[in-house]
C-alpha cells in the first residue's frame, strides 16, 4: 500500500510498501538464505570476473573488454536490489520513500538496458569473429569497445531518466502496493491515478527502442551467423564456432526469456498472474548476475585457465604460511 509518514520537519512524506512473495510469509526466514546464497555468488563472481578481464594482459581484447562490461553492469543489478529484497524478508514487508524507489527503479532499468546493450555488441563481435575473421581487429578494436561503452551507459540514462521524472510530476494514489521486493516502472505505473497517454506512449516507445530493437537485431545477427556456419565444409570447423557462441546465447536467453515473459504479463495480465510474474521478476534480477560469471568462467578456456591458476596460487601461499608458522 502507499502511506503517509511524517518526517522531522513536519512534512508528509509519501511510502510505498514493497513485499516478497505473498503467501510465503511464514517462510520468509528460510527464503532469505537462498537469496543470500545468490547474491554472495553474484557479488564474488562478477567481482572476481571483472578483476580478471581487466588485470590479465592476455584478455585485453575486445571480447574480453566486454565480459567485463557485462560483469560490471550485473555488480551493478545485484547491488541496487540487494537492500530492498534482503530487507524484505528480513521484515516481510518494507517500506520505501517514493524518492527513494523512483531512484532504485531508475538504476534498475538504466542498468537492464546498459545490459542489452552489451549483449547486443557481444552478438556483433561474434558476428564479426565469425563471418569476417579477417577485418575483426579493424571493424572491433579496444578504443572503438571504450566509445561502446560510453554510448551504453548514456542510452540507459537518457532513455529512462524521462520516465522516472513523468512519474516524479505525476500523482500516485492511495491504497496501491506493488507487487516486487524491489522497485519497477509496469508495478509504479499501476499505481498512477490517471493514465497519462503521453506517458504510456513514450514507455512503449522506451521497451521496443532498446531491448525490442536490442534482441531483434541479435536475433538477426544470429541468423547470420547460423547461415555462415552451414556454409563451412567441415564439421570440426562448425562445431568449434558454435561453441564459441555458446557462452553468449546462454547469457542471452537467461536475459531476455524472463524479460519477455514479465513484461507480457505486466501488459496483459491480471491479478491471477502474481504467482507467476513474482518468480519471473527475481528470475530476471537476480538469476543471469548471479549465472552470467559461471558461464564464462567454465566455458571460456582462457577465463578458466587464469581462475585456476589464481586459486592454485592462494593455496600455494595458504600452504607456506602455515609452514612458517
Known amino acids: ?94 517500506r520505501l520513500p517514493v524518492p527513494l524507489c523512483l531512484l532504485q527503479m531508475f538504476l534498475i532499468h538504466s542498468l537492464s538496458v546498459m545490459e542489452s546493450s552489451v549483449l547486443l555488441t557481444m ?14 581487429s579493424s571493424l572491433l578494436s ?43 516502472h509496469p508495478d509504479v505505473m499501476r499505481l498512477l491515478c490517471s493514465q497519462l497517454s503521453a506517458y504510456n506512449i513514450y514507455s512503449i516507445f522506451a521497451v521496443l527502442s532498446t531491448m525490442g530493437l536490442d534482441a531483434l537485431l541479435i536475433t538477426l545477427s544470429y541468423i547470420l551467423i547460423l547461415r555462415a556456419v552451414c556454409r563451412l565444409s567441415s564439421a570440426s570447423e562448425r562445431c568449434k564456432a558454435f561453441h564459441r557462441c555458446a557462452c ?7 536475459f531476455y526469456s524472463p524479460m519477455i515473459g514479465l ?33 564464462y568462467g567454465i566455458k571460456t578456456k582462457r577465463i578458466y585457465q587464469r581462475l585456476i591458476h589464481g586459486l592454485q596460487h592462494i593455496l600455494l601461499h595458504m600452504k607456506l604460511y602455515k609452514i612458517v608458522q
Open 142 to 184: 579496444r578504443p572503438l569497445i571504450s566509445k561502446l561503452g560510453l554510448l551504453m551507459v548514456l542510452r540507459g540514462v537518457t532513455v529512462i531518466l524521462p520516465i522516472v521524472l513523468m512519474l516524479q510530476d505525476s500523482s500516485l494514489c492511495m491504497g496501491g502496493a506493488l507487487s516486487h521486493a524491489f522497485c519497477l
Open 1 to 94: 500500500m502507499i502511506s503517509s509518514v511524517n518526517t522531522t520537519d513536519s512534512r508528509n512524506v509519501l511510502t510505498l510498501v514493497l513485499v516478497g512473495i505473498p503467501g510465503l510469509e511464514h517462510i520468509y526466514s528460510w527464503i532469505f538464505i537462498p537469496f543470500c546464497f545468490v547474491y554472495v555468488i553474484s557479488l564474488t563472481g562478477n567481482g572476481i570476473l571483472f578483476v580478471i578481464t581487466r588485470t590479465d594482459e592476455s584478455l585485453q581484447t575486445p571480447m574480453y573488454d566486454l565480459v567485463s562490461m557485462l560483469a560490471l553492469t550485473d555488480l551493478g543489478l545485484s547491488l541496487v536490489t540487494i537492500p530492498t529484497v534482503l530487507g524484505v524478508f528480513c521484515l516481510q514487508s518494507l
Open 123 to 136: 552478438a556483433y563481435d561474434r558476428f564479426v569473429a565469425i563471418c569476417n575473421p579477417l577485418r575483426y
Open 248 to 254: 553468449h546465447i546462454t547469457v542471452v536467453l537467461l
Open 263 to 295: 513484461s507480457m504479463i505486466h501488459r496483459f495480465g491480471d491479478h491471477k498472474t502474481n504467482f507467476i510474474h513474482v518468480p519471473l521478476a527475481y528470475l530476471h534480477f537476480l538469476l543471469p548476475p548471479a549465472i552470467n560469471p559461471i558461464v
